[in-house]
């Protein structure tokens, strides 16, 4: 399983604009947003993308301008923004328009997001298909019954991912309440998905 990360900067004129906080404009404009991908796929299905002409936008009901930052999943599904000001990381429905804070700073998001990847990588189990003959499968299944072959996933190591997980959402609780305020934040949502072995 690999995290290959590349880093994503965005216009610093258009950043400017915006009037981010410091810490956000140093990552967004310097240092770059790392790209996590899990396997070669985007963790989460979080891209960052520098979109050139791209400008600030506003909410459906006009009380929030964000800086588009990057998309969830795909460029139709929701998008990614900061708030103008603020540095509060939204996120926004693409269909519905609806939005709802994910982060209350760009540098939370990817800290909580680095750890997510840490515990997926550290605890999920490769999937290895094997193909065997039939002979050599009845061998296996023998062995198995036996109990000479043991299942690789132990109980100690679901305790060790649910004991990371259950670390994860206090950090989560403590650096950033806004991000756990209630069972439905995109945070809320992925960790309890984590919990039930859905992620």
Aim: net charge negative; with cysteine.
């Amino acid at each position: 399983m690999e995290n290959t990360s590349r880093l994503v900067r965005y216009d610093s004129v258009l950043v400017e604009k915006a009037g981010l906080p410091e810490e956000a404009q140093e990552l967004l404009i310097r240092s770059g947003l790392p790209q996590f991908t899990l396997d070669g796929e985007p963790v989460l299905g979080i891209r960052f993308n520098s979109v050139q002409d791209c400008e600030l936008i506003r909410t459906s009901d006009d009380s929030k301008t964000l800086l588009p930052i990057g998309y969830e999943w795909d460029e139709n599904t929701a998008a990614l923004g900061l708030e103008s000001g603020t540095g509060l990381l939204y996120r926004v429905d693409v269909q519905t328009e609806e939005y709802a804070v994910m982060n209350s700073s760009l540098h939370l998001f990817l800290t909580f997001l680095s750890r997510y990847t840490a515990i997926v990588k550290q605890h999920s189990i490769p999937d290895e298909p094997s193909v065997m003959t039939l002979e050599q499968a009845r061998a296996k299944l023998e062995a198995f019954r036996r109990g000479e072959i043991k299942p690789r996933f132990q109980v100690n190591e679901q305790l060790k991912k649910d004991e990371a997980v259950k670390q994860l959402r206090l950090f989560c609780t403590e650096k950033d309440p806004v991000s756990m305020l209630d069972e439905e934040t995109w945070w809320s949502v992925v960790l309890e998905q984590l919990e039930d072995d859905l992620l």
